[in-house]
């Protein structure tokens, strides 16, 4: 009996270590991609662009999931999903790196580089980390494992924006004071404000990429399990081994369509909120946290999803609820104009 709690306790040790690894690399997709809530304006006044070409910052970023999701399935194959988590803290680490050159010469099309390069890298490193969620323990409770990753990414997302813009500015009404100057000043002294204003972004950029790197070697150095992909594995049913093609899989495809939409409304409120808040009247000083707060009611979302399923209430229930509710709230979005649509995009999620 006691030899058989040690071996429980063994156990469950064994899968806190990856767990809690994972719960990092999951930190780390929520502090990448989030930040581009505060990138979005930050380069709409830098680079001089209009709303449209600063949500360039976003399509630069995810189309490189759309570009790399089938070639990092290629590269994992070659590597393993341990190294290929390595190689994609490392690609992150290259992408960072690329905006010390955009920040010196506020070049956009070079701060888009950098951000395919390091979304590149995030593509490689969520498909060598995702399929650990699921074997970490029984399939039933799958989805409480993905609400704790998932609350690692939106803590992460929530104080993103808040972190770099507390590191490159030197005060809250700064930015509505500069752009109240940009308006006024010669085109030098214009030029002046945006260089020096660029080049504040170099010394995150370089940590962030220090980061990437020590990461990488962490996991290189830890006793993170392989995942087994292997054709042969006994677990996989007859029924299943007969299929042929992907298509022969309708939960999969579901769960994709799923996914694109979870994804879309995530990306689309928490990137645009601070441009559409200032477009309804509130200032910078106020609009930068508002991908913060939506980041956050996301968060109370994961800890529900922790506390009730499966326990209270079954995953499939959950899913049609959320589908419905998202429905409504989204009407509420379009139907409602001025500074109360803009809490109802904090409400949706």
């Known amino acids: 009996m006691i030899e058989s709690a040690s071996k ?11 767990i809690a690894i994972l719960g990092i690399m999951f930190f780390v997709f929520g502090f990448v991609s989030w930040i581009n809530a505060i990138l979005i304006p ?52 290259a992408g960072a790196f690329i905006f010390i050159p955009a920040a010196m010469t506020r070049i956009y099309p070079l701060f888009l580089f950098g951000l395919f390069v390091q979304a590149t890298g995030l593509t490689i490193l969520q498909s060598a980390s995702n399929p650990y969620v699921t074997i970490l323990g029984p399939i039933e409770s799958a989805a409480k494992r993905i609400s704790i990753m998932g609350i690692c990414n939106k803590v992460a997302g929530a104080i993103a924006p808040v972190i770099l813009i507390q590191s490159i500015t030197n005060g809250p009404d700064e930015i509505d004071q ?33 980061i ?10 830890s006793h993170l399990p392989d995942v087994d992909t292997s054709e042969d594995d006994h677990k996989v049913s007859d029924e299943k081994n007969n299929k042929t093609s992907i298509f022969q899989f309708p939960y999969l495809l579901l769960g994709a369509v799923a996914v694109f939409c979870s994804a879309s409304v995530e990306v689309l409120a928490v990137d645009s909120i601070i ?25 109370l979302s994961y800890l ?35 500074q109360i649509s803009v809490w109802n995009i904090n409400i949706l999620q």
């Open 275 to 299: 441009n559409y808040a200032q477009h309804q009247g509130y200032s910078f000083r106020d609009a930068k946290f508002f991908a913060t707060y939506t980041l956050i009611i996301m968060i």
């Open 42 to 93: 930050y380069f709409r006044m830098v680079c001089e662009l209009t709303s449209l070409q600063s949500m360039m910052v976003a399509f630069a970023f995810y189309v490189s999931y759309f570009i790399m999701a089938i070639p990092s399935s290629y590269i994992l194959k070659k590597t393993g999903f341990k190294n290929g988590m390595i190689l994609g803290l490392f690609i992150m680490s």
């Open 304 to 338: 529900i999803g922790i506390i009730l399923i499966p326990r209270f209430i079954k995953q499939r229930k959950v899913l049609q609820i959320c589908s419905v509710a998202g429905l409504i709230g989204t009407a509420a979005v379009i139907l409602v104009n001025g």
């Open 8 to 18: 429980k306790m063994s156990l469950r040790s064994f899968r806190l270590k990856p």
């Open 212 to 221: 990437f790197i020590g990461l990488g070697l962490m996991i290189r150095l």
């Open 178 to 210: 500069i752009q109240k100057q940009l308006k006024i000043v010669g085109e030098d002294a214009r030029q002046i404000i945006l260089n020096q204003l660029g080049t504040r972004l170099i010394i995150p950029y370089i940590l962030m990429a220090v």
